[in-house]
């Protein structure tokens, strides 16, 4: 669906909140108007829960009422943003006959981030879906990312759609419409310039950064059934040696998460042939892979990991993923409520890491980022602030088949590269893999669902020292947000005596 849509999709949802808040509607009212845009929005948008593939889930059946569940969950969201903006829009004095006691077009986009952020916070935080992602085809729209993440982009939109039903349903509608028209002429044309400078002379190749995204292509039921481990690393050897038979020689060979489908580097034999291919080649390896230890009680923790064999075979740091998808990964809240983590729904019961780590290459060094984590971008500005070059994201999104789940995921990738402009390269088992630059431009991509090998010189990341806006002082838009809401509350409250 091209982004535009998004640019008006809020102005049903506005239009019900005001036409409620004049007739002194109550809050539940409001509350079942939100919930019930966002459930049919929700329950559209992720209708790839009901495609999951049967090794994602223990119990198949349950893909059916977790799709209706997740949707429902998530529509508590937009119904409380449609109870707090119609509250705060509602007429003041003692009569309830005045004005509002806020402008629905004030109230409305500070509550709307608020709640957005809340949704995308914590160990069940699901960004996925915020409005600013539906602009990641409109390449200098996407450029306001690097002044104030995805944030920035959503209420940019949310703002939009604001001065879109002004200009359709208000009483003065040329300003809004012309101000409508400038919220979008003027951060394109910005975005253009900053698109302009960014290209630059042409250089001359760098053979130091070509580096091998290898897509294995290898079925869930195959890879986690136990049986197939030899062949599965076969395949990837092969397209590993495959690259580095190229010129010039790739510096670094990326394969995805958990990419072999075992403890990669715990089974001697299989770490051994990673290693020998790494030292016989001198291309090093960077791949995902299930990991285990032990901690000081005795008790073992499973991770999802990354690690580097290094040219010369040997082991680096080995990161583990820091946000675990909730139910899938791990049961959420486990650690206030124990008991939790003896519910069965097929989760993986990983444990989180805790840190960035950096792994050094010839073309800078770079951080991971393992599936669900590169749509948060806090991860992946900790990780530049911490000396992160560029990014890597290795994932699995064979569970999700060719939906729409799999342009999602990736399109909200780049938007990590665009706030902090480093590139990215993004090595998915069955695609999308890709890599974009530190602008947003997808360089380069392979067929989804094909085993193959996307060799490219990585784009560079821009001037070393010059941090973007977000990277140095993060999700502005969200404070201010919060802030605006509690001033707007404020000021009900005053207009309401």
């Not at 409305?108 to 990641?136: K, N």
């Not at 990585?458 to 002082?473: N, W």
């Amino acid at each position: 669906m091209p982004g535009f849509v998004a640019w008006g999709a809020l102005v049903p949802l506005l239009i019900g909140i005001e036409q409620r808040a004049r007739r002194l509607a109550t809050a539940g009212s409001l509350f079942r108007l939100g919930w019930l845009f966002g459930f049919v929005f929700f329950l559209i948008g992720m209708h790839w829960i009901a495609l999951l593939s049967e090794v994602a889930i223990t119990v198949p059946w349950l893909k059916y009422p977790a799709w209706i569940a997740a949707a429902a969950y998530l529509a508590l969201f937009s119904g409380l943003a449609a109870l707090v903006a119609g509250v705060l829009a509602r007429p003041a004095g003692p009569l309830r006959r005045g004005a509002a006691r806020v402008p629905l077009a004030l109230a409305f986009p500070a509550v709307f981030l608020c709640v957005e952020e809340l949704r995308a916070s914590g160990e069940v935080g699901f960004p996925w879906f915020q409005p600013g992602y539906t602009q990641h085809g409109y390449l200098p729209l996407l450029q306001l990312a690097s002044l104030g993440s995805v944030s920035l982009v959503s209420l940019w939109v949310v703002l939009l759609n604001v001065l879109l039903w002004r200009s359709l349903m208000g009483g003065a509608r040329l300003r809004p419409a012309l101000g409508a028209l400038l919220l979008i002429l003027v951060p394109w044309f910005w975005g253009q310039r900053v698109l302009q400078a960014a290209v630059g002379p042409v250089s001359a190749p760098d053979p130091a950064r070509v580096v091998a995204l290898v897509q294995g292509n290898v079925a869930g039921e195959v890879k986690w059934s136990g049986k197939h481990q030899p062949e599965i690393l076969a395949t990837f050897l092969g397209l590993s040696d495959e690259a580095a038979g190229r010129r010039p020689r790739p510096v670094l060979a990326i394969w995805p998460e958990t990419a072999t489908g075992s403890y990669l580097r715990k089974q001697v034999d299989q770490a051994l042939a990673v290693a020998g291919f790494a030292a016989r080649t001198g291309v090093p390896v960077f791949s995902g892979f299930a990991d285990y230890a032990w901690d000081r009680d005795g008790r073992q923790h499973s991770y999802n990991s990354a690690a580097l064999f290094a040219a010369d075979g040997s082991l680096g740091p080995v990161y583990a993923k820091r946000h675990l998808v909730p139910f899938g990964e791990r049961m959420p809240f486990q650690r206030l409520i124990p008991w939790l983590g003896r519910l069965e729904f097929g989760q993986a019961e990983w444990t989180a890491g805790e840190r960035t780590v950096l792994f050094p290459s010839a073309a800078g060094p770079f951080s991971c980022l393992v599936c669900f984590e590169a749509i948060f971008p806090d991860l992946a500005r900790s990780d530049v602030r911490a000396g992160a070059r560029w990014l890597v994201n290795i994932t699995n999104d064979e569970w999700f088949g060719n939906s729409a789940a799999l342009y999602q995921h990736a399109a909200m990738s780049v938007f990590r590269a665009v706030e902090n402009r480093v590139p990215l390269a993004r090595c998915a088992n069955t695609g999308l893999t890709l890599v974009s630059d530190a602008n947003g431009r997808v360089v380069s991509t392979l067929p989804v669902f094909e085993p193959g090998v996307l060799m490219t010189e990585l784009p560079r990341p821009a001037a070393v020292g010059f941090p973007t806006p977000y990277t140095r002082f993060g999700d502005w838009p969200g404070l201010l947000s919060v802030l605006a809401l509690v001033g707007l509350a404020l000021r009900a409250a005053v207009r309401s005596r």
